[in-house]
């Protein structure tokens, strides 16, 4: 492989092009294993950030893009549709919430924040009330990095300083503050209340990530948040958009991370895991209520429209891929995991570096005291023949729901060997 053509050429994320880390070229994967052009084998640990759920090079998801492939692998969605958008809608619409009835198809997560922004936005324009248009995000909140998405990201890690002036003004609370089994105290609300009575005239919307803040800082919190935002956001006028896009088809046990709480909120954001991690596609997916409003509004549409809207080879793997898991007892499989996640991490918590050590669903995390040097620590983990790309203090693992327990066992030692010797 020509890494030096990548070294020079290519910028990888948040990387720099002149002092470029190292990067391993990924000659094939199959299973939960990554092959390395050196032909070394490395057990997967990070399902290529939330979305591999069957593993690589899976024959039914191989099959099915083969299969509309040959049919059509691309169409504008301009006056044109297709039967692979039209499944999938079907089944989205009946896997959510039931108020959840309008789907919007974006090509990435960012966008499909993007489009909820909008359409919260549009919403109380149409209403009437155009000066509804800020949104109430969340410290350690992460909802991506384009301008609309990072204006709600945790104003700290989504470096917010260097484009400050010009983010689009939102408003933070504090990040939730009751852990995912703690007892729940009405008083974990007062930060989040205060800040809708204080701007709840201006507040088109809140976003949050469902039971878990994925990037931001892998925070776990009480489904009793959620039911409590869902009834503030009634009792103040105030749209409620619930980021799933780490947290959707199943990774915390639930199909989707606000499951926990049986709430259904207003706009729904769908993302990485929707294909089995096969191919980029979103999706934005809102209530009769607000679909109607925005439509009765000045611009009687929703006004986005991306090139590769609804692309057809991404519709037919993300059917197959929801077929696939919906067919599998995924269920037992992520009780399977985080029960050996708790029991394989536990010996981390005594460690002197070791901060804490928390495991939900199919993701473990051992949050370090002091952050990891990365070019340092990558190498080390590849040694030991896993994949783990850390950020920051958070060294976490979130395998394929395919993996065998002697895969994780093989994964969650080779963690523990590169953090023991810290
Ligand atoms: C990854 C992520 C996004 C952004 O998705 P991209 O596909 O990377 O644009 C948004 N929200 C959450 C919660 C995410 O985890």
């Not at 691309?74 to 039209?86: D, N, Q, R």
């Not at 549409?301 to 599998?328: E, K, Q, R, W, Y």
């Not at 029960?339 to 949050?367: F, M, N, P, S, Y």
Request: proline letters at 5%; aromatic letters at 8%; one cysteine or more.
């Amino acid at each position: 492989m020509k890494l030096d053509i990548d070294k020079q050429h290519i910028w990888h994320p948040y990387s720099s092009a002149t002092q470029p880390s190292p990067v391993f070229g990924v000659e094939s994967a199959k299973g939960v294993h990554l092959t390395l052009d050196s032909g070394q084998q490395l057990i997967d640990g990070m399902s290529s950030w939330w979305c591999m759920l069957h593993g690589y090079n899976h024959p039914v998801l191989n099959q099915a893009i083969v299969d509309q492939t040959q049919k059509v692998a691309h169409v504008m969605f301009g006056g044109l549709t297709h039967k692979p958008a039209i499944d999938l809608t079907e089944k989205l619409i009946t896997l959510t919430p039931a108020p959840l009835q309008h789907v919007f198809y974006a090509d990435s997560g960012s966008v499909s924040v993007e489009v909820a922004l909008k359409m919260s936005i549009q919403y109380w324009q149409a209403k009437g009330l155009a000066k509804k248009r800020h949104i109430l995000s969340h410290a350690r909140g992460y909802h991506g990095d384009t301008f609309g998405a990072m204006s709600v990201c945790d104003p700290v890690t989504g470096m917010h300083h260097l484009f400050s002036d010009l983010l689009m003004p939102q408003h933070f609370a504090d990040a939730p503050q009751c852990g995912f089994d703690e007892a729940w105290d009405d008083t974990y609300c007062d930060n989040i209340r205060r800040h809708l009575s204080e701007h709840h005239d201006t507040l088109a919307a809140i976003i949050i990530e469902p039971i878990v803040q994925a990037a931001g800082g892998m925070r776990f919190y009480s489904p009793h948040y959620l039911k409590a935002l869902r009834q503030l956001c009634d009792e103040f006028d105030v749209l409620l958009i619930i980021d799933e896009i780490a947290t959707n088809f199943g990774r915390t046990g639930k199909l989707f991370g606000s499951n926990h709480a049986d709430i259904s909120p207003d706009i729904m954001c769908l993302g990485k895991a929707l294909t089995g991690g096969y191919m980029t596609l979103a999706a934005t997916l809102c209530t009769t209520d607000v679909a109607q409003n925005i439509c009765a509004g000045e611009a009687k549409a929703l006004m986005h429209g991306p090139t590769f809207m609804a692309n057809p080879l991404a519709c037919a793997v993300a059917n197959a891929s929801i077929n696939l898991l919906l067919a599998s007892p995924w269920q037992q499989w992520v009780s399977a995991i985080e029960t050996q996640l708790k029991e394989e991490l536990a010996e981390c918590a005594l460690w002197e570096h070791v901060e804490d050590v928390r495991v939900l669903g199919a993701i473990g995390v051992v949050e370090l005291k002091k952050p990891v040097e990365l070019d340092n620590i990558q190498p080390k983990f590849v040694e030991q023949g896993v994949w783990i790309r850390p950020f920051g203090k958070l060294v976490y693992i979130m395998p394929p729901f395919i993996i065998s327990p002697d895969e994780l066992s093989q994964l969650t030692h080779g963690m523990k060997q590169v953090l023991k010797e810290l």
